[in-house]
């Protein structure tokens, strides 16, 4: 059991997505329960990457590759996690603000939260205000989470975080924001209600703000 757990653990950490694969069906083949699987062997390995990251022992793209690998396991465990009525940790609507077309530290962002028991609900890149409104609406996310890589797309974060406000949703929804040029000063001045600089500390930030919360 613990040999299957370590492999699958190593594949996630080197961004093997065919033996993460292998080793999600192997440790369901000899009847692992699929939170195991989950905490212990993908959930620890994307924690140990985030470390590895802060520690600047990898890079964004090798962040990626391991949570791509992680995505894949997932997508064999998932059946097997909603037969067990695995409770989610909560709901995060996550997307790149309108005029912002750019992608991938959002896709690290939700790869993440995904692999921490996250439910999310990603709208994609240039997502208007009132786009993040009716979703929120309908789905009722714990997090809304907003990213932007453009200082020119910055104000479409508080023009979001204004359209939530406006809309009644501020005192069930929270709102993180994150990108290259967001800073913790920009967080305040808009009134979100959290910022990370990574992927890594974004997962850490929505634990820390939904513990709170509860």
Do not use: W
Request: net charge negative.
């Amino acid at each position: 059991m613990e040999e299957v757990l370590q492999k699958l653990f190593n594949s996630i950490l080197e961004g093997n997505a065919a033996a993460t694969r292998e080793y999600v069906q192997a440790a369901l083949d000899i009847n692992l329960k699929p939170e195991v699987i989950l905490n212990h062997g993908m959930i620890d390995a994307m924690r140990r990457v985030g470390a590895l990251f802060e520690e600047g022992e990898c890079y964004v793209p090798e962040m990626l590759v391991s949570a791509r690998a992680m995505q894949g396991g997932m997508a064999l465990l998932k059946p097997h996690l909603q037969q067990t009525d695995k409770k989610s940790n909560g709901k995060v609507v996550i997307g790149t603000v309108k005029g912002d077309l750019h992608d991938i530290g959002k896709n690290l962002v939700a790869l993440m939260l995904e692999g921490e028991g996250y439910e999310i609900i990603d709208l994609g890149v240039d997502v208007p205000a009132e786009k993040f409104v009716e979703v929120a609406k309908e789905v009722k996310p714990d997090i809304v989470a907003l990213s932007a890589l453009l200082t020119t797309t910055m104000p479409s974060m508080k023009t979001t975080i204004d359209a939530l406000t406006a809309a009644g949703l501020r005192n069930s929804t929270m709102v993180i924001i994150g990108g290259a040029p967001v800073t913790e000063s920009y967080a305040h001045q808009i009134e979100a209600d959290g910022f990370a600089t990574d992927a890594s500390r974004a997962v850490g930030m929505v634990n820390g703000l939904l513990a709170n919360k509860s």
